[in-house]
Nanobody, 121 residues
Framework: QVRLLESGGDSVQAGGSLRLSCTAS????????MAWYRQAPGNERELVAS??????ESYAESVKGRFTISRDGKNLVYLQMSGLKPEDTGMYSC????????????????WGRGTLVTVHS
């Protein structure tokens, strides 16, 4: 019922920048943490960055200083990526945690389908 849609993925040269966006839709009352994950072919999905409802950010060691996660209200989350490296290549997916819908008392997590980022040298 709650849908997450990512956008902004592209093919860029090493050292370039991209800004990913994730839009949440549905009758959403509140959202807790939001996060970006990525997965490259043959690899496990890994957490890239997360942000709490209070704006506290955390990052994977490999992206610290290069990526910035931010949110705008309860419906939008962004990932600004700079100094991209070939190892950043992967499918980037958005996750919303502890989402409460209007008229409901329970919380659930939701995933987007992903947006592809390719970094070449």
């Amino acid at each position: 019922q709650v849908r997450l849609l990512e956008s902004g993925g592209d093919s860029v040269q090493a050292g370039g920048s991209l800004r990913l966006s994730c839009t949440a839709s549905g009758r959403i009352l509140e959202v807790g943490n939001m996060a970006w994950y990525r997965q490259a072919p043959g690899n496990e999905r890994e957490l890239v960055a997360s942000i709490t409802f209070g704006g506290e950010e955390s990052y994977a060691e490999s992206v610290k200083g290069r990526f910035t996660i931010s949110r705008d209200g309860k419906n939008l989350v962004y990932l600004q990526m700079s100094g991209l490296k070939p190892e950043d290549t992967g499918m980037y997916s958005c996750k919303a945690e502890n989402v409460r819908m209007l008229g409901r008392s329970s919380y659930h997590d939701y995933w987007g389908r992903g947006t592809l980022v390719t970094v070449h040298s």
